[in-house]
């Protein structure tokens, strides 16, 4: 069944290039815990995007995982990570997040964003954090890493994602997206 969200996607989904076509997006994310994953989840399907997780073993659930995590990153020691073989480049939008980590993106994320994928002209960036720390200093840091302008970034508190609050500013991020693709994007 198509929601009135996704309909109204397919609506905004049109572009002056090609009115045809709609709004491809892909939303790569890391999440350690599943709160990022959660509010990628419904990033994609209000956007009708495809998801691609990065991995990382180095930091599954657990406490001493919790602990390795922090300590690594303090010491920026940029983790192994494994992506899916996908083509980021074929997107017209490629959505990046994941949680902060001691202010910074976590370090998968960072992996990634050290040595990315091909990537469109178009990026958008989200975060979860815990909400102790400004995610700006995060969002800083990985729109230094890419050499695209960042169209749009959404951060939610974890806290907001456990209450189910963030729909509603999840929403609101997926409408700007689909409103700039639709009107021309800036970036
Ligand atoms: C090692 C570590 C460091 C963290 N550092 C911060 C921080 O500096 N600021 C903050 O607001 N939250 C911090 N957090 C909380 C996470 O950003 C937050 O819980 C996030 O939503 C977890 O996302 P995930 O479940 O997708 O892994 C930290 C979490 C971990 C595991």
């Not at 995982?65 to 997107?91: C, E, N, Q, T, W």
């Not at 954090?129 to 890493?145: I, L, T, W």
Request: charged share 20%; with cysteine.
């Amino acid at each position: 069944m198509t929601s009135h969200l996704e309909q109204k996607n397919q609506h905004h989904s049109r572009t002056t290039m090609d009115a045809e076509r709609p709004l491809r997006v892909l939303i790569i994310y890391y999440s350690r815990t599943g709160t990022t994953k959660k509010l990628a989840k419904v990033l994609a399907e209000m956007l009708n995007a495809d998801l691609a997780e990065i991995r990382c073993d180095r930091y599954r659930p657990g406490i001493f995982r919790y602990l390795r995590a922090g300590y690594d990153s303090v010491r920026i020691k940029l983790p192994p990570i494994r992506f899916p073989p996908m083509a980021p480049h074929d997107y017209d939008l490629v959505l990046i997040g994941g949680p902060v980590w001691t202010s910074y993106p976590a370090l998968p994320l960072r992996s990634f964003l050290a040595h990315p994928p091909g990537l469109p002209p178009r990026i958008g960036l989200f975060l979860t954090y815990g909400g102790h720390s400004d995610p700006v200093v995060a969002f800083e840091a990985m729109a230094a890493s890419l050499s695209q302008p960042v169209a749009e970034r959404l951060a939610v508190k974890a806290q907001h994602v456990a209450d189910g609050s963030y729909v509603t500013a999840a929403r609101a991020f997926a409408e700007v997206l689909s409103k700039v693709y639709r009107d021309g994007f800036k970036v």
